[in-house]
């Protein structure tokens, strides 16, 4: 695992995003090379993959807390 990747597994889902908006907007720049467009790409797609599993993650969590318990009635 590269540490760039261990940086991005413990980064929160917001600072997924934001990381991902900061990565758009540079990779709009006009004056962006080739091959640094390439590498942002690939973090982009590294990044996104880290926001999309934790937000399933957290997403499960809250289905668990929503979710009545044993012995608990709809009302």
Known sequence: MSEATSEESSMTYEQLVEALEQLTH???DAGVG???AVE???RAGRLHAHASDRLARIQDR???LA???PGCEDP
Do not use: N
């Open 34 to 36: 080739i091959e640094e």
């Open 26 to 28: 540079r990779m709009a």
């Open 67 to 69: 979710a009545p318990g």
């Open 40 to 42: 942002l790409y690939e």
């Open 62 to 64: 809250i289905a668990r």
